[in-house]
């Protein structure tokens, strides 16, 4: 009993400590106030043809979808070329053109959706020059919105976001290369390989002769936890003995999910020179944390009901890694879905239907409770305006952030933002119903095939990259399509958010007097919360109540799923 408790709260705690200080230095970071590696952060800039002059929100669009189109292109090629290409020493062929678009879009948007098993799939070429580099540089890219957003609320009269190139380098060679080198190092002494031998052959206990996959796994999965990218090394991720092999690395692994996230919100208070603002979006966060994870816990602690009088063992076991149990695969579960990750120790498609809804709705919600490095706390100002803006109107003054006017543009923007879940997720998930081989793709009927079907949509924009088990991710059209998804779920967010940045970077502040709304303390953090909950309530409470809500019922009443 005294891991149900103790467990989740050490990982709140874990979580939530750190996050100042580190938010203060992620600050210095992208202020220029941190010098150690100021030789190296030059010569890149050099490379990367800029002066660091700062550019209005237009060109900081245009210079970061330059560079995602960039690598998407370039990885694209690789995985398409692979068979041709050095360290690939199983000799495995170039991926599908379809399979090798998903994969490229999904590492360039930070989702990491893997329609494919990374050791029987992909190259050591792939896996380090491809998708490695691009876990570093879309969890950059997340960092660089954020910031420019910031930087967009903190000032005034300008049109200056800062320098994308700038940023970018900056974020890589300051923050992120350290962390994962360290990272990286840690996992190695608990178990994890990084190697660049072929596999090693070996004899089963039943005498079967097989493929022991090895590989540098360990630099890859310490960047895909802290980028809040997710993409596995192996096909089964973090319940793999090879990527996750002991109680120490599952620790690691999942406080290193969240710990940018909840960093970059301190790193906004530092910015508008209100940390008060920022803890209290941080606490709004946490709540949102720790009631989805005691939902979860309370539902993965029972036992299945049909299985129930065989069993003397607490806890619904099916999916789970016996290393970690029901409570550490139900805080991992709601720590990725609640963060823009997708990596897991556990099936999720075994959960109990309420236990694997925590995770979809999480996703549903746009992945701002932490969500990913950057995403998440841009995607959570777009409810901290709305919220502003709602409380104004209600009591009939105009509404203003930080002593900034809230107008019609903003709010166009905001709203605009709003429709990204619903298109990604009911429109173009929804388009899978209707063509004629749904039920091979979803691979199952019923509220648990829609459960599957609406949690791999949601993964797929809210650039997630987990999914339940079950349906078919290689087919082609589902390659097209979550992959259209993925870009709308990331440049459906990017483009509004920069939009609004330029917009309050360009008017002027006023003096914040008593009368305007709060933006900190109990009231906020409590209509930030209800705003949240309602805008995802509002849209997919139908689809929910057929899906995990509809399952569980049955599930009460005997009928196996």
Known sequence: MWQEIIYPAAFVLLVLLPAPLLGGYLHRVFEGKSHWLAPVEHATLVCCGTDGREQDWKNYLLSLLAFNGVGFG????ILMAQGLLPLNPQQLPGLSWPLAFN???????NTNWQAYSGEASLSYFSQMVGLT??????AATGATVAIALFRGIARQQTTHLGNFWQDLVRFCLYVLLPLALFLALLLVWQGVPQSLSAYLPFR????????LPLGPAASQIAIKQLGSNGGGFFGVNSAHPFENPTAL???LEMVALLTLPAALVCTLGRYVKDNGHGHSILTAMALLFVLGLCLSLSQELKPDPNLAQFTSQPGNWEGKESRFGPVLSSIWEVATTSASNGAVNAMHDSFTPLGGMVGMINMLLGEVIFGGVGSGIYGMMLFVLLTVFLCGLMVGRTPTYLGKRLGITE???VV???LVMPIGVLVIGGVTLLIPNADAIIGHEGPHGLSRLIYAYASAAGNNGSAFAGLAAADSWQCIAIGLAMLLGRFGYIIPVLAIAGQLSRAPRQEVGEEDFPIRGPLFITLLIITVLLIGGLSFLPVLALGPVAEHL?????ALQ
């Open 74 to 77: 370039l990885l694209f090629l």
């Open 103 to 109: 994969t490229a879009v999904s590492f360039m948007t």
């Open 416 to 418: 605009a933002s709003m």
């Open 554 to 558: 049955s599930l009460l009443q005997g």
């Open 411 to 413: 709010m166009k923007w």
């Open 249 to 251: 690395s599952n620790w």
């Open 133 to 138: 580099t691009q876990n570093f540089v879309s």
């Open 204 to 211: 089963s206990l039943e005498g079967q002769e097989q493929l």
